[in-house]
């Protein structure tokens, strides 16, 4: 076994007879446990920081963060923003080795693809305040929200009543594409493997209008993190037995800031040779400061929507001709996910839900992607949102790991 074949997987050199996906599947089992407790989050603008435990193969992250929320009005009043609730978290961060981002984005991009990323998981019949006078107006679907949720006051809402108001998040950071094939897993069972989270609170500025006197405040926020681990077995000779490791599965968010009215084009960040393209989740907020609100994605808000590489190729586009056009994409993404994503502004362009193998893009041969779009509204302080759920290959990335 010493001299035996080794095959690089996410930095590690493993011997190619341990590199057995049939037989890890027949004798893995996935197993659950907590990975860190933080009985008081470090408070609003700051951040709080923990290592993942070195165990097993890790395909995924469950982070529930749980509080009371005090509004005292005073003589002033308080309201929400349309950050609230799940962009409490500004940005988590899952890195590898303290050098790669496996992670990082916000935690509105999480609740938004792990619908996305979830078959059957919809949000339909969840009952959410949003828009007006606290409590808000009553809406049952688009929140992105679970019912096991509770958002303790409405999202975007004025006049907050004094009190105390439980909340309680869920969030899922997903290491592996899917909890299947564990494509994108990481091998975490050795030294040489460090996965640290970081999670950045937003401001109280961003999520909350606070007109003083009044006050907001968490009372004792605490973070549960809990793992989703698959044991590694042995196999005859003693030799550990994994499936194909090969690649990082990535979900990565940055802001563009130069969008405007009309056909714009934002050139996706970190393209490389050897990365698939899985899905791009974008969207555009607009207004400055407290008022920025996301678009909804309706067919007065938008013209052409789809995705350009090589500068002038145009492989998919959602309608360009008539007033149905950027809406076309909310009906492709709401038949796929069962979710009315483009009513919390939210598009995506998928490669991954229908056929992996197929429909992923290929950066090494498609260059200068780029996502591509029409506002069509009055645009000011404009911050175009895009998340990029990518697989780093490595070798034998589509082998015998049955992709």
């Known amino acids: ?172 950071i997903p290491l592996a594409a899917d909890l299947i094939k564990l494509l994108g897993a990481v091998f975490g069972q050795t030294q040489a493997t460090s996965l640290n989270v970081e ?29 989703i681990v698959f044991s590694i077995p042995y196999g005859p000779d003693g030799e550990i037995v994994i499936p194909n490791l090969s690649a990082y599965h990535k979900l990565i968010a940055y802001n563009d800031f130069s969008v405007g009215a009309g056909e714009y084009q934002s050139l996706l960040l970190g393209q490389g040779v050897g990365q698939l393209l899985n899905r791009v989740l974008f969207r555009l907020w607009n207004g400055a400061g407290a008022a920025s609100a996301p678009v909804p994605i309706t067919s007065q808000n938008f013209g052409k929507i789809g995705w350009a590489y090589g500068g002038d190729q145009f492989p998919e586009t959602w309608a360009s001709n008539g007033a149905a056009a950027g809406h076309m994409l909310r009906f492709w993404n709401e038949e796929t996910y069962s979710i009315d994503l483009g009513a919390s502004g939210f598009g995506c362009l998928d490669f991954a839900s229908h056929w992996l193998m197929r429909d992923a893009v290929d950066e090494s041969t498609a260059t200068n992607l780029a996502a591509l779009l029409t506002p069509n509204v009055a645009i000011a302080s404009p911050v175009l949102e895009v998340v990029q759920e990518t697989l780093s290959a490595g070798s034998g990335m589509y082998g015998s790991s049955g992709s």
Not at 5 to 31: C, L, W
Not at 199 to 219: I, M, S
């Open 1 to 172: 076994m010493a001299n035996a074949p080794t095959i690089n997987m996410q930095g590690i050199d493993v011997p190619q007879t341990s590199i057995n996906p049939t037989a890890f599947y027949a004798n893995t089992r996935r197993k659950r446990f907590n990975e860190k407790s933080i009985s008081n989050f470090q408070g609003l603008g700051a951040s709080d920081a923990f290592t993942i435990k070195q165990s097993g193969i890790i395909a995924a992250l469950d982070l529930h963060v749980s509080g009371q929320l005090v509004v005292t009005p005073s003589t002033g009043s308080v309201g929400t923003t349309s950050r609230w609730p799940y962009d409490l978290l500004k940005r988590v961060v899952l890195s590898a080795n303290g050098t790669t981002n496996l992670v990082a984005c916000s935690g509105a991009h999480l609740a938004a693809f792990r619908f996305v990323a979830t078959p059957n998981l919809n949000d339909r019949g969840v009952p959410r305040g949003s828009g007006g006078a606290s409590p808000g107006t009553a809406i049952t679907q688009g929140s992105l929200s679970l019912a096991s949720e509770n958002w303790g006051v409405g999202q975007n809402v004025s006049a907050i009543a004094a009190g105390t108001y439980d909340v309680e998040l869920y969030y899922r």
């Open 199 to 227: 999670l950045d609170w937003n401001t109280q500025a961003a999520l909350f209008n606070v007109v003083a006197p009044a006050t907001v405040a968490f009372t004792s926020l605490a973070v549960l993190c809990e793992g």
